[in-house]
């Protein structure tokens, strides 16, 4: 899909994409709102719709992966 658009990196790109996506449907099962989902990963809202827009440059996979995992510590401890 992004090599077929020339874009630099393509693998890189599609694997964030499909974090950025695991991100959006864990956010919408869990019920939260940008700025608490945000704050339980320890990162400003903007940045984090920055990575839902699939505006993911100079973040790496490990990044978002550690993101969402620290999400689901928060929310898991939360309960």
Not at 17 to 41: D, F, H, K
């Amino acid at each position: 899909m992004f090599a077929d658009l020339g874009l630099s990196h393509p693998e890189d790109r599609l694997a964030q994409s499909r974090l950025a996506a695991a991100l959006q449907r864990r956010l919408e099962e869990l019920g939260l709102t940008y700025a608490a989902a945000a704050s339980a990963m320890d990162m400003p809202p903007s940045k984090l719709l920055e990575i839902l827009r699939g505006r993911c440059e100079g973040l790496s996979e490990g990044y978002v992966a550690e993101r969402l995992a620290k999400l689901e510590r928060t929310v898991k401890n939360a309960h």
